[in-house]
């Protein structure tokens, strides 16, 4: 009997919290700050803001959404990254960065000027001409190109007389390319790849107990959480974002604005994002020798 209260009141507890949760939607917010948010937005400003432009940013890895139970049709990523970059790099540096010129919607905004320009041309005499598009330097190229499903999986649980709950996760990975490309010359002038996990889990806590002779009753409850996908691939964003700026002050570029915060931000970017080297696998590059022979 008194395993039998025992799984009552926890599951009783776990329903009326879930109950909670569930029972008023919360408002709409703007999107939440991730992890490298802040990083991006306090990077110091630039000795001068580049014209930058992105026609597509597409999902190039053809997955469609892990479903074990039956085959899914939806996209496992989100299918508007390119949205989410354009987003980014006005963020970054409070803005500072980028001037991003618009080219996903370039020809709707073609076809407005081309109304007021006849529109004035009909009804005004011709009027003052509109100021000419901004042009871009670089092109900002890549895509999503990885989404593993099942990266890692466990679980653990236990039971003592009936009564007991257990927890089962799965992890999945997406990877982002991002890459500049200069358009007066087509070189890629730098390029970097970005991967972040993607985390669920789901905790249930289960007991049974007979009520009376021949009669079970069993009770269950459990929650679940998983990871946004399109906050992943936003952050996974914004960190290819950073790498591309720091790759780019390391490579000569662009540069600060104050240059002399330029060591610093390098030797924070190799000490938070760059994974040091192991001796071992130091060595078997050592080893390898020459390619062509």
């Given amino acids: 009997m008194l395993r039998f209260f025992a799984a ?3 599951s009783a507890t776990l329903l009326s919290a879930c109950a909670t949760l569930t029972g008023v939607a919360p408002e709409a ?9 802040a990083t991006l937005v306090d990077l110091p400003p630039p000795s001068k803001p580049l014209d930058v432009a992105v026609y597509e940013f597409p999902d190039l890895t053809g997955q469609a959404k892990p479903n074990p139970n039956f085959a899914e049709y939806s996209r496992a990523v989100t299918q508007g990254a390119a ?5 980014v790099l006005t963020t970054a540096g409070n803005g500072s960065w980028f001037h991003v010129a618009e080219r996903n919607g370039l020809k709707d905004l073609v076809q407005e000027r081309t109304l007021i320009e006849n529109t004035r041309r009909a009804y005004s005499g011709g009027g003052a001409p509109l100021p000419p598009v901004r042009f871009a330097g670089l092109l900002l190229e890549g895509g999503i190109i990885g989404y593993d499903s099942d990266f890692i999986t466990g679980g653990a649980g236990a039971k003592f007389f009936g009564i007991g709950d257990g927890v089962q996760y799965r992890s999945d990975v997406v990877t982002v390319n991002l890459r500049a490309v200069s358009v007066a010359s087509g070189e890629v002038l730098a390029s970097v790849t970005t991967t972040k996990q993607i985390f669920s889990y789901q905790n249930e806590i ?11 009753l069993e009770l269950d409850a459990g929650v679940s959480h998983n990871d946004p996908g399109q906050f992943a691939v936003r ?7 950073y790498s591309l700026i720091v790759n780019g002050i390391k490579s000569n ?3 600060l604005k104050d240059r002399a915060l330029e060591p610093g931000l390098l030797g924070s970017f190799l000490t938070n994002y760059v994974a040091p080297v192991q001796p071992a696998t130091l060595a078997a590059s050592k080893d390898t020798g020459p390619v062509n022979q």
């Fill in 8 to 10: 009552a009141l926890l």
């Fill in 29 to 37: 917010q703007l999107m939440p700050d991730t992890k490298a948010t």
């Fill in 83 to 87: 949205a989410v970059l354009v987003d």
């Fill in 206 to 216: 289960s007991g049974y107990g007979y009520t009376a002779p021949l009669h079970l």
């Fill in 235 to 241: 952050e996974a964003i914004e960190l290819a974002v």
């Fill in 253 to 255: 570029l662009w540069h």
